[in-house]
């Protein structure tokens, strides 16, 4: 049961609804409002603003067929009948268990294996040394903090698994776990962890063409408080880190990331994550919700040689005949089915901010700016390493870094000469 039925049950137990011949009338939760609703099976109908984005049965619907699956008794009671409609029927890729299960138990020593291979592209720099200790090489900081972000056990608890990675050669000299902390600290590590996100995705360059921009916030130790405008009251809560990704909606590999302000909007960052993805990736479609919507983008993504498929808003315009705004505009209002098959593949990169707060916590355990940004790209870089894993298993892709295969990036030129998708062919024609 998703969240729509959920608020739909909710809605039939507490509220009123009113049968008006074929429609009913559903209080608004929100506000003083009803909307007009129709649960037919085959064109089910509702006047509020979610059932016109998504074409899909909304909460409203929902509590209107619990309503109409109630059979009322004399007594006063009534029982409900629950039946499911063939939208509610859902479909899921099946999971090799055996490979899955492979996956979860190498997955830790593969882990090291990779990481170990990856930070060998890294060159350190020659550092002065006037007097005090040989500070640690990058690579052994890096590996260290990625290691201790993998496990999610703290600095103490750590202790044994670096204890086992200087056993196996991945440490050049024992690290205490108390200096990771510093470790993160250094702003040197920024520029480096971005650099290793992306070069960790290039293995799969050539099995992701679609991609999702998105952000999402990882909470933090600190507390702020702020003038509510809206509401004329001061709130509080936690800060967070906010993170910008482009993912693969194949495999959920990172192939792009930035790391910004949390107030930081999510449509200017639109442009340097797909310039970023462009460089290592062909770039066939790219699906955004409504805060990515812009003539820039929707130009950036066709000059690429895709499609970008970005919900319009209810103010929008159709704008000057012959354009791609106005192309994509009439897309959107009158092959609707069509739009949305593209657009809702971005729900996968809600799926890649669900595995990385899931597996390495959504939350940093850091203080200061630079360490919470760092660890925050940590989460992400392991979290491309434990696609690699996945995809190793189930493609049969070897990862390999720095060889010259995948070193040599995708031209921009294959990019720009990729035709981009014709919405008014064969495929996407109007029916007569």
């Not at 600095?155 to 000299?173: E, H, I, M, Q, T």
């Not at 920024?190 to 679609?210: N, V």
């Not at 593949?345 to 203080?367: I, P, Y």
Request: hydrophobic share 40%.
């Amino acid at each position: 049961m998703d969240a729509r039925q959920q608020r739909g049950m909710v809605i039939a137990a507490t509220q009123k609804l009113v049968q008006k011949g074929k429609v009913w009338l559903v209080p608004s939760q929100s506000g003083p409002g009803r909307y007009t609703v129709s649960a037919d099976d085959d064109c089910p109908y509702c006047s509020c603003l979610d059932h016109e984005t998504t074409n899909a049965p909304c909460k409203h619907i929902f509590a209107v067929r619990i309503v109409q699956g109630r059979e009322h008794h004399k007594d006063g009671s009534f029982t409900d009948t629950k039946t499911m409609t063939f939208e509610q029927k859902k479909t899921y890729r099946k999971v090799d268990q055996p490979i899955w299960d492979h996956c979860q138990m190498v997955e830790k020593a593969r882990f090291q294996e990779l990481l170990f291979d990856l930070l060998k592209g890294i060159v350190e720099p020659v550092r002065k040394i006037i007097g005090g200790r040989v500070p640690n090489p990058y690579r052994d900081q890096i590996f260290a903090a990625a290691f201790k972000v993998y496990s999610t056990v703290s600095l103490r608890r750590f202790n044994c698994d670096l204890v086992d990675a200087r056993a196996k050669g991945y440490l050049s000299k024992d690290i205490h776990p108390v200096k990771i902390g510093a470790f993160m600290e250094a702003k040197e590590l920024t520029p480096m962890l971005e650099s290793l996100i992306l070069q960790s995705s290039l293995p799969l360059r050539h099995c992701e063409t679609t991609f999702a921009p998105d952000s999402s916030g990882f909470s933090t130790s600190r507390f702020v408080r702020w003038f509510d405008e809206k509401y004329g009251t001061e709130r509080s809560g936690r800060a967070f880190v906010k993170a910008h990704v482009m993912t693969g909606t194949k495999t959920n590999i990172v192939t792009a990331i930035i790391i910004d302000k949390e107030t930081t909007p999510d449509c200017p960052q639109f442009k340097p994550l797909v310039e970023a993805t462009a460089k290592n990736f062909t770039v066939r479609e790219v699906s955004a919700d409504k805060a990515y919507l812009s003539r820039e983008n929707l130009e950036l993504v066709h000059n690429l040689g895709g499609t970008a498929f970005i919900p319009f808003k209810v103010n929008s315009v159709p704008g000057e005949a012959g354009t791609l705004w106005e192309k994509m505009f009439s897309y959107f209002q009158f092959r609707r089915d069509d739009f949305l098959k593209f657009y809702h593949k971005r729900s996968l990169v809600e799926t890649t901010f669900s595995m990385v707060k899931a597996k390495f916590g959504d939350s940093v355990r850091s203080r200061s700016d630079i360490a919470m940004k760092n660890e925050v790209l940590l989460k992400f870089l392991c979290h491309n390493i434990c696609c690699l894993i996945a995809a190793q298993a189930e493609l049969g892709i070897e990862p390999i870094f720095w060889g010259e295969k995948a070193t040599m990036p995708a031209t921009q030129e294959a990019s720009v000469t990729q035709a981009p998708v014709d919405l008014w062919d064969n495929d996407f024609r109007f029916s007569d």
